[in-house]
Structure formats: structure tokens, C-alpha cells
């Protein structure tokens, strides 16, 4: 059983060793600068980065090779899990300013050549910039930069060590409002105990402004947002507590290790959803041929873009609408957000009962657009048509008359000026009703206390009266009250305009 153990952690380390070590080269791009009467021009070139011993062969002979050996730091391990193609890769020479310093590792010769070397990956995920030694024997002529670099052949070896990495995993961040964001930056040396500064600028509009900044030498710290204790662990990544409109702009994390100074950009851009509301309820009942102005806001966006578009959709088909009245972007002066609004005038018609209008808003901070709907029900008016008998009758319209009370009893009812006096009526006539039937219960308890049960029968034929007399005079009030109304309408008539064939009456018949 141990024996089996110690094979399995023996593959699982080997299998480790494997993964960090299989990438063996890096073909890259070399850029090479020539300044010429204060113009400069660019030469790429090609190189590769090979990961071996010195005294290799080079993998790619028709290139220079950058022959990169072992040290402390081992470049594999920061863009480990992804394939050379997805990475951009990136060399150049470094100019120390004519700043020369021995750099202070076991075996270092007295002088160096020094290069740069930036690994991007394609799809944003990471950034990796650093810098590679080329140790020399020979003192260097001069202020070492491009206006006298040393020639490198198209097949030349040179034999370098990585001495300092710098990464970001955050090389592009949206963050909301009040949102707080943490920026990663992270650093390795080749050597212990360095006298390193590391700083956090912000860059907006012209505007570079530092926010935090600590020499391991002196101790000295300056302002906040990185902790020391993880700092003292290469980890030097910032943090944003309260994300506002003017933390936007282009963070610069940078470590600087005489004569080294290496920095990474990162992108913070600031992105607000947008609030979106419609004025009406999920519902919108209106009557045939009222207007209504329907609004859809879009409140405390940012940046500026938005789209608005109002949708109707039947049970079948979907169509844009028309006319849509757009209100200009206006910025809200408590955060610097952004607000608007589309609308459009709905006229109700029958035939777009039941339809269903949908806002959609589009904005760069929403995965999927917000909608917000409602369904349009539209309710016709109380109206009949007039027949032809209208004109045939003996009172010039009585039948009109008629049609509307047998076809719209309600209608007629309760308009022209005996509605009032009906309600009052019927619930004059209900409240007797009830009394009365108080009334005949006390007098029906009483005669079976009195009587016994002989007059059980006798109680109950009187109830039962009872709701009869009580229905008859319900109908009779209705009746009476609309035979009234009825001759009212008709002592009106020969003051009224006779209507035309195929005329509809409206719902209060005392107007016409």
C-alpha cells in the first residue's frame, strides 16, 4: 500500500514538472528602434524565446534566439494553462538612461545587456511584462539606447535569465457605481531583499494623480488602498472601496528595482445599468377613440449610449411603432448619470384591443436588453343602432326609443334625470321591505310561543308572502320609474334633429 502511494504522488509530480515545463519556445516579435533626425522608425524582426540550458541548439535557427535559462524566476509558471497562439508576444531592448548598477545575484558579471519582454493574452485574461539579463564581460560604451545599440545578427544566440516579472489579471474592468473593485497586480525579483518603490497612478483626461506609494528601504508609505503585508509577498494589488464617476481612467501599478522600472496598465471603466419604467399599469383599459401618452424612462445610466425601441405584438405578428417621439440624453447633477425617455400617443380602437406593447432598452452594461410591457384593452360605448322602423312609427322615433330600453335597460336607467329619483325610490322600497319583514318574523315568533305548533304553517305562508309582495314591488318601481323616463324622452322629441338611417344613439338616450 505505500509502495503504491509513493508511485502516485511520484506521477503526480512528474506530471506537474511536465505541465509547467512543456512549452519550450516562444516565437516573438523583436522591435528595434532608429532615431533619425528626431524621427523614429521601427524594425520587427524575427526572434524566439527558448526555454532550455545554455549550450543549446536553437530550436528556430533562422531567428534570433533569446536562450532563456534557469533562475529564480520562471516565466512558464505566469502563462501556464494557455497556448503559445493565444498569447501576443512582444521583445524590445531597455535603455537604463546610462544608469549602471551590478546586479546583485550569485555568478552576475560586472555589466549587462537588458531587454523587455511583454506577453499579452488575446482575450484579455492576463497581461505579463518583466525583464531579461544578458550578461556581458565588456563595459558598455556609452549611454546604452537607441541611438547606439550594440548590433544583434538575424541568427544570434543570446544566453538570458528572467530577473523580474509583473502581471495583472485585471487588465480591463467594469465596475458599477458604489461597486468596490480590487485591481491585481502582482511582482517577483530574482534575488532577495530588493530595494524596490512600488507606486498606483491614475490617469484621466490628461490628469495623472498618485494613490499609493511605499519604498521597502525606507519603510516610508504614502496613502492607502495596498496592503503591506501582502505587498512584503509580491502581492501588490489596489483596491477601489467606493467606485464613483471619477475613479474612471487608466490605473498604473509600477515596480521599480534600480536600474529597472517596470509598470502595467489597467482600464477601470465605470458602467451603470439603467433604471426603466413605463407610466401605465400592466393593464391599460381605455375607451374607444380616448388618447393616452404612453412614457418609457431610462434613468441613472452611464456612459451615454442607450437605445430605446417600443414594440406591438399580436397573438400572431410583431411590429415596430411608429412615431416615437425620443426626449435628448440630460445628466443627473447628484451622480453624473444619464436620463431619457421615449414615448408615443396611443389612440384606443377596437381592433387593437388586446394587444401587447413592449419597451426595450439596450445599454453596453446590460447582458440582455430590460423590457418592460403592458396590454391594451379597449372598451366600446353603450350604443344601438337605429332601425328603419324609427322613422315608421307613430311618434317619430318612439321605436328608437324602445330598442335602446329593451336592448340597454341599464343604460337607460341610469341616465336622464330619473336616475336619482329610481335609486332613491328602490332603496326607499328596500328598507320598508325589511322593516316589514322584521315586522312579520317577531309576529310569526310570537304566534308559535302562543299557539304551539299549529301555526307553524300559517308563519310561513305569511314569509313566503312576504317575498313575493317584495319582488312585485321591486318590478313595479322599475316599471313605473321607466315608463317615466320613457315620456320624458318623448315629450323632448320633436325639439331633436330625426337621425338618418343606420345612425347609432349614444349611451345617454336624454341627449339625443
Not at 531597455?94 to 488575446?122: C, D, M
Not at 560604451?141 to 550594440?150: A, F, H, K
Not at 393616452?292 to 449610449?305: M, R, T
Request: proline letters at 4%; hydrophobic letters at 35%; one cysteine or more.
Amino acid at each position: 500500500m505505500g509502495l503504491i502511494l509513493k508511485m502516485l504522488i511520484y506521477l503526480c509530480l512528474c506530471a506537474g514538472v511536465l505541465c509547467v515545463h512543456e512549452m519550450s519556445e516562444l516565437p516573438c516579435q523583436f522591435t528595434e528602434e532608429h532615431v533619425f533626425l528626431n524621427k523614429t522608425n521601427h524594425t520587427y524582426r524575427e526572434a524566439t524565446l527558448q526555454f532550455g540550458q545554455k549550450g543549446d541548439a536553437p530550436i528556430n535557427p533562422h531567428a534570433i534566439t533569446f536562450l532563456v535559462t534557469a533562475s529564480k524566476l520562471d516565466l512558464r509558471r505566469y502563462v501556464k494553462g494557455v497556448e503559445a497562439d493565444e498569447l501576443e508576444r512582444e521583445l524590445r531592448r531597455y535603455s537604463t538612461e546610462g544608469i549602471h548598477v551590478r546586479w546583485p545575484v550569485q555568478g552576475a558579471q560586472e555589466y549587462n545587456h537588458w531587454f523587455s519582454y511583454t506577453l499579452k493574452h488575446s482575450k484579455g485574461r492576463f497581461t505579463v511584462t518583466g525583464f531579461l539579463r544578458h550578461p556581458t564581460d565588456q563595459p558598455l560604451s556609452g549611454q546604452q539606447d537607441y541611438r547606439s545599440w550594440p548590433a544583434i545578427g538575424d541568427r544570434d544566440i543570446l544566453t538570458t535569465t528572467v530577473v523580474m516579472v509583473i502581471k495583472t489579471e485585471t487588465p480591463s474592468v467594469k465596475a458599477g457605481l458604489g461597486s468596490q473593485q480590487k485591481l491585481h497586480c502582482q511582482f517577483a525579483v530574482d534575488h532577495k531583499g530588493p530595494n524596490l518603490t512600488v507606486e498606483w497612478h491614475r490617469h484621466h483626461r490628461g490628469e495623472r494623480t498618485r494613490l499609493f506609494s511605499h519604498n521597502s528601504l525606507s519603510g516610508q508609505k504614502q496613502r492607502t488602498g495596498v496592503g503591506l503585508m501582502s505587498l512584503a509577498g509580491g502581492d501588490a494589488s489596489y483596491t477601489v472601496p467606493f467606485t464613483k464617476m471619477t475613479s474612471e481612467g487608466t490605473y498604473i501599478c509600477s515596480v521599480s528595482v534600480s536600474p529597472l522600472f517596470a509598470l502595467l496598465d489597467m482600464k477601470l471603466h465605470v458602467e451603470e445599468p439603467p433604471h426603466v419604467s413605463i407610466n401605465v399599469e400592466r393593464v391599460l383599459s381605455l375607451q374607444e377613440g380616448e388618447e393616452k401618452k404612453v412614457v418609457c424612462d431610462a434613468k441613472f445610466y452611464y456612459p451615454l449610449d442607450v437605445d430605446i425601441d417600443w414594440y406591438e405584438q399580436n397573438p400572431t405578428e410583431k411590429g415596430e411603432v411608429r412615431h416615437i417621439h425620443l426626449q435628448p440624453h440630460r445628466e443627473n447633477n447628484s451622480n453624473k448619470t444619464y436620463f431619457t425617455s421615449a414615448f408615443f400617443y396611443l389612440k384606443a380602437s377596437l381592433n387593437e384591443s388586446g394587444k401587447q406593447f413592449t419597451c426595450f432598452v439596450s445599454h453596453q452594461s446590460l447582458r440582455v436588453p430590460i423590457k418592460k410591457s403592458f396590454i391594451l384593452n379597449v372598451q366600446g360605448e353603450c350604443r344601438v343602432l337605429v332601425s328603419q322602423q324609427y322613422f315608421d312609427s307613430p311618434h317619430g322615433g318612439g321605436r328608437g326609443a324602445s330598442l335602446t330600453s329593451h336592448f340597454c335597460p341599464v343604460c337607460f336607467l341610469l341616465s336622464g334625470p330619473s336616475s336619482l329619483k329610481f335609486i332613491l325610490t328602490v332603496s326607499t322600497a328596500v328598507v320598508t321591505m325589511f322593516i316589514l319583514l322584521y315586522y312579520l318574523h317577531t309576529a310569526r315568533k310570537k304566534s308559535v310561543q302562543v299557539r304551539g305548533f299549529e301555526n307553524k304553517g300559517f308563519a310561513q305562508f305569511i314569509s313566503n308572502q312576504y317575498v313575493i309582495c317584495l319582488s312585485v314591488c321591486l318590478c313595479v318601481c322599475v316599471c313605473v320609474l321607466s315608463r317615466r323616463n320613457y315620456t320624458e324622452h318623448l315629450s323632448g322629441q320633436n325639439k331633436t334633429k330625426t337621425p338618418a338611417e343606420g345612425d347609432w344613439l349614444p349611451q345617454n338616450i336624454s341627449d339625443i
